[in-house]
C-alpha cells in the first residue's frame, strides 16, 4: 500500500500539471478572442454543438469524413492541419520553430537520409514530406486517414508513395521502415482501443534499430472536444515492451512534447 505522503504527492502534481495545462490554454484562448472574437464563437459554436452531432459514430467520431471536410474547406493551407484559430503565417512560423526541434532529433540519432526508409503516419498537407525530401530521404511513404489531398501531394512529390489508411482501425502492409514519424496525430485518437491498434502498426512497421517519432505528448490523459484526447507518456509506454524498445528522448515540441522510441 502506498503511504499517504506519496498518494497525496501524486495527486498534488498531477494538479499542478493540470493547472500548468489550463494556463497554456486559457493564454491561448485569451489572445483567439483579442484577435477574432467573432471567429473564436463562430468555431466554439461548431465544434461544441454542431460537429459532434455532424460527426458522430458510436461512441466516437467519424475521423474520415471529419479530415476529408476539413482538408477540402482548407486545402493545402497549414491552417487546415494546424491550429484554426492562427493565420496561415503564424501557423507558419508554429511549424518553422518545429522543424527546428525536428533537425536536432535526426542529428542526434544520427539518421543517414540517404539510407533510410521514412514512414510518416498523418502526412496531411505534406509539410513534413517536404522536410523528408529537403533532407534526401532514400524513400518516403505517407500515409493518411484521407487521400483528399493525393492528387497535389502525388504531383509535387513524384518519388513519394502515399497511402489511404485508417491506422487505429487498419493494418499497413509494406516492407518496414528505418524511421517512422507520427506528429500531430494521436491527440485526434479519442479511444485507449485504436490509440493501442496504431501502436501495434507502428511496431511491426519499424525495423530493428528503428526510430519512432511521436507528438504531441502531454502532461496528463484527458479527452476535451469530440475529436481531441491529451495522451501522456504512460499511455505511450504500456504499448511498447521494455526489453524491445528504448524510450530515448522527451523534450518540448510546440505547445507539447516530443518522445523518441528507438526499438532495439
Not at 40 to 63: C, N, Q, S, V
Request: proline content about 4%; hydrophobic content about 40%.
Amino acid at each position: 500500500m502506498p503511504s499517504l505522503y506519496l498518494v497525496v504527492k501524486e495527486k498534488t502534481k498531477t494538479r499542478l500539471n493540470e493547472f500548468v495545462g489550463e494556463k497554456k490554454v486559457l493564454k491561448e484562448v485569451l489572445y483567439k478572442i483579442y484577435k477574432n472574437p467573432l471567429g473564436l464563437l463562430k468555431r466554439a459554436l461548431f465544434k461544441t454543438l454542431i460537429a459532434p452531432f455532424k460527426y458522430r459514430k458510436g461512441t466516437d467520431y467519424d475521423a474520415q469524413k471529419y479530415w476529408h471536410d476539413r482538408f477540402s474547406k482548407y486545402g493545402k493551407t497549414l491552417t487546415a492541419s494546424g491550429d484554426e484559430g492562427l493565420s496561415e503565417e503564424e501557423n507558419r512560423r508554429d511549424y518553422e520553430r518545429a522543424v527546428n526541434t525536428m533537425k536536432a532529433v535526426f542529428r542526434n540519432e544520427d539518421i543517414d537520409f540517404e539510407q533510410t526508409q521514412a514512414l510518416e503516419i498523418g502526412c496531411g498537407t505534406g509539410f513534413y514530406t517536404q522536410l523528408l525530401q529537403d533532407l534526401k530521404v532514400k524513400s518516403y511513404t505517407g500515409a493518411d486517414i484521407t487521400d483528399v489531398l493525393f492528387p497535389e501531394l502525388r504531383q509535387k512529390f513524384p518519388d513519394s508513395h502515399f497511402i489511404q489508411k485508417d491506422v487505429t482501425t487498419e493494418e499497413i502492409i509494406a516492407p518496414p521502415f528505418d524511421l517512422i514519424i507520427m506528429i500531430d496525430v494521436i491527440e485526434h485518437i479519442v479511444s485507449k482501443e485504436k490509440l493501442a491498434f496504431a501502436m501495434k502498426n507502428v511496431q511491426k512497421c519499424l525495423k530493428n534499430k528503428g526510430v519512432f517519432i511521436i507528438s504531441p505528448i502531454m502532461e496528463i490523459s484527458k479527452k476535451h472536444l469530440f475529436y481531441l484526447h491529451s495522451w501522456q507518456i504512460t499511455d505511450i509506454r504500456e504499448n511498447f515492451p521494455d526489453d524491445e524498445y528504448l524510450f530515448r528522448a522527451l523534450m518540448p515540441f510546440r505547445q507539447s512534447t516530443l518522445l523518441v522510441i528507438k526499438k532495439l
